[in-house]
Nanobody
Framework: VQLQASGGGLVQAGGSLRLSCVAS????????MGWFRQAPGKEREFVGS????????YYVDSVKGRFTISRDNAKNTVYLQMNSLKPEDTAVYYC??????????????????WGQGTQVTVSS
């Protein structure tokens, strides 16, 4: 599976962005999809995930109520809608895929495939 993330950019605090991640191949629906982020000098951090079977979502506390993950299996695409953005959300955002994974997987080494990352910068 190859993943291509896009949609990043520069936004003011309080604004919104929607990231997209398109996957190659015909088995997208079998993958739990995760979003991670990495700020300069920091470790890669789990943001949230969406399950392969039920579409159940799971988020880190810091983004609950602000970020929403959705998927369109017909388009092999997963989305990360980010609202009420804060300067501390500034990071490179990565999408990832885990075959038949549970939605609760939150560590980078638990995911099988990664996209190239897209920069999100939130100005104060």
């Amino acid at each position: 599976v190859q993943l291509q993330a896009s949609g990043g950019g520069l936004v003011q605090a309080g604004g919104s962005l929607r990231l997209s991640c398109v996957a190659s191949g015909r088995t997208f629906s079998r993958y739990t999809m995760g979003w991670f982020r990495q700020a300069p000098g920091k470790e890669r951090e789990f943001v949230g995930s969406i399950g392969w079977s039920s579409g159940t979502t799971y988020y880190v506390d810091s983004v609950k109520g602000r970020f929403t993950i959705s998927r369109d299996n017909a388009k092999n695409t997963v989305y990360l809608q980010m609202n009420s953005l804060k300067p501390e959300d500034t990071a490179v955002y990565y999408c990832s895929a885990k075959l038949y994974g549970g939605v609760g997987y939150s560590r980078p080494n638990e995911y099988d495939y990664w996209g190239q990352g897209t920069q999100v910068t939130v100005s104060s």
